[in-house]
């Protein structure tokens, strides 16, 4: 079946560092990911789109100088957090799907993040 | 306004009975998807429709793009049916961008 694995599943960072999460799809090809972030006492909102070949979208609020994301194969992406800030804490989710035969986005576990 | 209007925001059961939970959109949507949040924080797929309705075991979802809503009925509730319950929409001009609600927390109780 369709995996995505996510990781690390928690990390803490100090105010001002960046860490990295990674995607990996498993079982499909991952033509399309997109990076979500759940803050505190809100839904998910959708960072950016990224699609293999085709420029990577961010959404208003976020851009790639802060959230710098990599898709370079059909298997794997990552995401990082420069410079990570208190407003940065919350739960990081990774979706993937094969465009060209499924419409059913695959979520990873996520990456809570907490910045100290 | 919110482009994904999800209700109730909490719902409490007692096992074996059921209720629906509801999306409402602002703007017609291309398909809707449903996910439980799991105690370890992984969204678990329950349903991806693009039309009409769903039906898995206790659960039977609907969509309907032209009235702009999605229901996601749950019957004979589990204890294990616990958790957050998020509809997220598919707004087809925004190249396949899903648009969450705001989750539903669900607690089943003896």
């Known amino acids: 079946g369709a995996l995505v694995y996510q990781y690390p599943r928690r990390t803490i960072c100090k105010s001002g560092t960046s860490m990295r999460m990674e995607c990996q799809a498993v079982g499909f090809q991952a033509t399309s990911v997109a990076w979500y972030r759940q803050s505190p006492q809100k839904t998910f909102e959708l960072i950016a789109l990224s699609t293999v070949n085709s420029a990577i979208k961010y959404e208003q609020n976020f851009t790639q100088e802060k959230f710098p994301i990599s898709h370079p194969n059909l298997s794997f992406s990552s995401m990082t957090v420069l410079n990570a800030y208190l407003e940065d804490r919350g739960l990081y989710l990774c979706?993937?799907?094969?465009?060209?035969?499924?419409?059913?986005?695959?979520f990873g576990s996520g990456t809570r993040l907490t910045v100290l | 306004g919110d482009q994904v209007e999800q209700s109730p925001s909490a719902l409490s059961l007692h096992e074996g009975t059921g209720s629906a939970l509801r999306c409402n959109f602002t703007?017609?949507?291309?398909?809707v998807q449903w996910f439980r949040k799991n105690s370890r924080g992984s969204l678990i797929n329950l349903f991806y429709l693009a039309s009409g309705t769903k039906e898995n075991g206790r659960l039977k979802s609907a969509f309907d793009s032209k009235e702009r809503y999605s229901t996601l009925h749950i019957r004979d509730a589990q204890l294990e049916d616990s958790g957050t319950y998020f509809c997220a929409a598919e707004d087809g001009s925004s190249g396949n961008k899903l648009i969450f609600g705001i989750g539903t927390l669900l607690s089943v109780k003896p």
């Open positions: 703007t017609t949507m291309r398909a």
């Open positions: 979706g993937a799907r094969d465009l060209g035969s499924a419409e059913t986005l695959y």
